[in-house]
Nanobody, 115 residues
Framework: QVQVVESGGGLVQAGGSLRLSCAAS????????MAWYRQGPGKQRELVAT???????RYANFAKDRFTIYKDNAKNTVYLQMNSLKPEDTAVYYC?????????WGQGTQVTVSS
């Protein structure tokens, strides 16, 4: 069993910042990839940022220069620091963890950016 728990969402004004956290626990030997996705109202789920094999990061174009993904390997926790938030960043943010045994999702955390 693997558990994925996100936290850190909330309501923030445009231009503000939030830091999301995602903790993975359970039957984990090693983590291949941890990633953040989001799904805005009426939109499909989209990739935000990825942390691959403990060292490589990739970002969606909208996230470059504003969002930073980083990982605490000791805690199997990945963070998403979001700066200069815009109303269009409003979405439910989901954490995705890819292991040898499969892919696991968290329940999501709501981020709302007011104008």
């Amino acid at each position: 069993q693997v558990q994925v728990v996100e936290s850190g969402g909330g309501l923030v004004q445009a231009g503000g910042s939030l830091r999301l956290s995602c903790a993975a626990s359970g039957s984990i030997f090693s983590i291949d990839t941890m990633a953040w996705y989001r799904q805005g109202p009426g939109k499909q789920r989209e990739l935000v940022a990825t942390f691959i094999s403990g060292r490589t990061t990739r970002y969606a174009n909208f996230a470059k220069d504003r969002f930073t993904i980083y990982k605490d390997n000791a805690k199997n926790t990945v963070y998403l620091q979001m700066n200069s938030l815009k109303p269009e960043d409003t979405a439910v943010y989901y954490c995705n963890v890819q292991l040898y045994s499969g892919t696991f999702w968290g329940q999501g955390t709501q981020v709302t950016v007011s104008s």
